[in-house]
């Protein structure tokens, strides 16, 4: 059975801390609906009813453009080992980019990976959690180096470039915002 909370508990906070994915679901007023799965060392905890997640450059921006369109997102993380559980973060979102004041202050909570691309900010307003008791067991083997390996050898000009290049407009032609206007 599903479990409601207004805010993460320390107990919530543990077991993220313990989980290697997590998969960010946004979506526009209208058009495709993104769910992405995200790795490495991204995600932050600020307080019980905030977190941050660092979203390195990818083949696209959707979760940008549906967060500046309306802000909705949620966070799922699912526990693939011996304690089954479904976690889900929904809440209002905000990307933080590089001109933004309070890029510095997020950049030092995570590695400095040259892909990044924009923070996002999720303030959340419900916290659902259910059994996973239907989820598969699996094991990390390990991080993929090459997301990171890509983008040292682009470069952060190059990284930029293939921002302009790709991940100006969504797969419904919405703006991402992540170059100022």
């Known amino acids: 059975m599903a479990s409601m909370y207004e805010s993460l508990t320390n107990e919530h906070i543990e ?15 209208e058009g495709y609906i993104n769910v992405s799965p995200k790795g490495m060392d991204s995600f932050r905890v600020l307080n019980p009813s905030r977190i941050v997640w660092l979203n390195l450059t990818g083949s696209g921006n959707e979760s940008a453009a549906h967060v500046l369109e309306n802000g909705r997102m949620t966070i799922m993380f699912c ?11 929904y809440g209002t979102a905000r990307a933080v980019h590089p001109r933004d004041p309070d890029w510095e202050e997020m950049l030092e909570l995570f590695p400095g990976f040259v892909g990044t691309r924009q923070f996002f900010e999720l303030q959340i307003e419900l916290v659902q959690t259910s059994c996973g008791y239907a989820v ?28 302009k290049d790709n991940n100006i407009k969504s797969l419904n032609n919405k703006d991402t915002g992540i170059f100022e206007v």
């Open 136 to 163: 598969p067991y699996y094991q990390l083997v390990d991080e993929r180096p090459t997301l990171e390996d890509w983008a040292k050898k682009k470069g952060r000009k190059g990284v930029e470039q293939y921002w």
């Open 15 to 29: 077991f993220i801390k313990r989980q290697h994915i997590f998969f960010v679901g946004t979506a526009g007023k």
């Open 79 to 89: 526990s693939f080992d011996e304690e089954p559980l479904i976690m889900r973060l």
